[in-house]
């Protein structure tokens, strides 16, 4: 596969209806349909905007298991954009394949899902590859058989279950590079052949920033880790799950920048994968979580202060609430990724950790991410398991920082105060 030629493709969804179904939708905006059937019968299939609307030649009987195929030629070459700026996502090629880029709604051009950050379900891939070129995705490499014509199938099982917006799959002439972190977690990085001299520094610090998040958050909630280099100039990182994507200037740069990408992806791990948001305005326990674990690894290990880059983000905080919304009430304006959701975020951990001591603050977030692994939570889990841990009711505190149209008073620093607002 050439990173910009079409090839065919098919993904199958094994289902339970919920309620009776004469027909139902799923997210697909990209790729050119081929055909659909449900339980083996072709289907009536018609595009509406970015939904697919299926109607089975028979009604689906509540509580019925079913299974969908759709076969469609996929496009690797398919690009987006979000807002003024040019945004691949979706598929982002490389120089000799593609790596996926599905946040926040870009699996729906790679694949017919049902794509919201609540929902997660187990991926089987299967990936069949020309001579010379290697597949990867979520989870374990369960079989890897070449043909005679020399093309490899690849087959990989997610092992946990995956919402869409962190499917992995990449396709190019890489190498999977294998170790060992903390008991023993297998660790498999996927790097480009010819950056794995050049990445190996960074990359060889895994184990020790998987030790330092234990010891915050407890166990890594997954069977395995790794880091997939991405050889491409779009400079983002993304969380996929148990298998970060980190563009490769990120692991050519400096070493403090280096790290606090690196962290903040593992961070994800628990928080937004594990722990995933029950909506999108959720994102801020997410984001800010990461941010907040990024910060404070830094800041220990030769970057800015805690306390110094939390007294900046509080500076900025009424611009932010105006600019972008509150952090658990983004403005409706289809811009999630803005400064309120990372520094701006992490600073309500950090008046958290301020307003109930350190201690009490390590019991929350460990509580938080034990407490709701493996499932979706939301703004109000949060503040009502603080208060549980904590043993007082803390919405009173919480509700004007997550959603209050003023940043309220920092505690414990009464010296700290806000920028007046521009524009």
């Keep these: 596969m050439a990173p910009k030629t079409p090839f065919g493709a098919s993904t199958t969804v094994d289902a339970t209806a919920t309620q ?147 499917v992995q799959l990449a396709i190019g002439k890489f190498t999977s590079v294998e170790s060992t972190g903390p008991h023993g977690l297998p660790l498999r990085d996927v790097v480009p052949d010819r950056l794995i001299a050049g990445t190996k520094a960074y990359r060889s610090l895994t184990p020790a920033h998987l030790t330092w998040l234990e010891q915050r958050l ?74 907040f674990y990024e910060r404070l690894y830094s800041a220990g290990h030769g970057g800015e202060s805690f306390e110094s880059v939390m007294r900046t983000a509080y500076e900025q905080h009424d611009q932010w609430r105006r600019d972008d919304g509150a952090p658990a009430e983004p403005k409706a304006d289809g811009h999630l990724f803005k400064q309120m959701r990372y520094d701006g975020s992490a600073l309500i951990l950090y008046a958290l950790w301020e307003k109930v001591g350190e201690k009490t603050f390590e019991k929350i977030e460990r509580s938080w991410v034990t407490t709701y692994q493996g499932r979706a939570a939301d703004t109000h889990d949060f503040v009502a398991l603080a208060s549980e841990v904590a043993g007082r009711d803390l919405s009173a505190f919480l509700t004007p920082w997550l959603y209050g149209g003023h940043t309220p008073p920092m505690p414990g620093h009464p010296d700290w105060h806000q920028e007046p607002v521009r524009g």
């Design 218 to 291: 407890g166990p890594y909630p997954f069977r395995r880790y790794g880091i997939l280099v991405a050889d491409t100039d779009l400079p983002v990182a993304l969380e996929t799950q148990s298998l970060s994507v980190l563009p490769r200037a990120d692991l050519l740069g400096d070493r403090i920048g280096a790290e606090r990408n690196l962290v903040h992806e593992l961070v994800h791990q628990w928080t937004g994968d594990s722990v995933a948001v029950r909506r999108w305005s959720d994102l801020w326990l997410s984001e800010g979580h990461a941010r």
């Design 20 to 166: 009776a179904l004469s027909r139902f939708d799923l997210d697909f905006a990209g790729n050119t349909l081929r055909e659909v059937t449900v339980d083996g019968v072709r289907a009536r299939a018609v595009r509406a905007g970015d939904e697919l609307v299926v109607t089975p030649a028979r009604p689906i009987p509540r509580g019925t298991a079913f299974t969908v195929r759709v076969g469609y030629t996929a496009d690797p070459a398919r690009q987006r954009h979000r807002g003024d700026a040019i945004a691949d996502y979706g598929w982002v090629p490389t120089p000799d394949g593609t790596v996926l880029y599905p946040q926040p709604d870009g699996a729906k051009m790679v694949f017919p899902v049902n794509d919201h950050p609540s929902l997660r379900a187990p991926y089987t891939f299967h990936i069949t590859t020309p001579p010379g070129l290697g597949a990867v995705a979520n989870g374990r490499l369960v079989e890897r058989v070449r043909r005679p014509d020399g093309r490899v199938r690849w087959t990989y099982d997610s092992e946990h279950p995956v919402a869409a917006q962190l």
